[in-house]
């Protein structure tokens, strides 16, 4: 079995304001337990990628040679990550429906 480097998983400021608009859009629909239970899965699978990068497929609106634009499909989201030769970047959380155009800006995120 090939052994998968470890990287470091790095969060952009911009994951943390759609994390916590998704926190308070989920509250006011389904309550704050169920909307701490997503935060939770979220999270979960974010640092989960330190080692299972390499798991999800390329993100299909962020195509690159390389792949290096992929993404996590939880529910209705898109956890999307960029995979650097030092470390994982986690850019965005969106709703699956949101336009191309929005999902293309995470290409623009700088850590």
Same mark, same amino acid.
């Given at each position: 079995?090939?052994?998968?480097?470890?990287?470091?998983?790095?969060?952009?400021?911009?994951?943390?304001?759609?994390?916590?608009?998704?926190?308070?859009?989920?509250?006011?629909?389904?309550?704050?337990?169920?909307?701490?239970?997503?935060?939770?899965?979220?999270?979960?699978?974010?640092?989960?990628?330190?080692?299972?990068?390499?798991?999800?497929?390329?993100?299909?609106?962020?195509?690159?040679?390389?792949?290096?634009?992929?993404?996590? +499909? $939880?529910? @209705?989201?898109?956890? !999307?990550?960029? /995979?650097? *030769?030092?470390?994982?970047?986690? #850019?965005? +959380? $969106?709703? @699956?429906?949101?336009? !191309?155009?929005? /999902?293309? *800006?995470?290409?623009?995120?700088? #850590?």
């Amino acid at each position: 079995m090939v052994e998968i480097e470890r990287k470091e998983v790095k969060i952009a400021k911009q994951f943390e304001l759609d994390i916590i608009s998704l926190y308070t859009f989920g509250e006011e629909v389904f309550g704050a337990i169920a909307a701490k239970s997503f935060i939770a899965d979220i999270y979960g699978r974010v640092w989960s990628l330190d080692n299972m990068y390499l798991l999800h497929v390329e993100c299909r609106h962020l195509p690159t040679i390389d792949k290096r634009y992929r993404n996590i +499909i $939880l529910g @209705s989201y898109l956890i !999307i990550y960029r /995979i650097k *030769t030092e470390c994982i970047e986690v #850019l965005r +959380i $969106l709703h @699956s429906h949101s336009s !191309i155009r929005k /999902i293309r *800006t995470a290409r623009r995120i700088k #850590l």
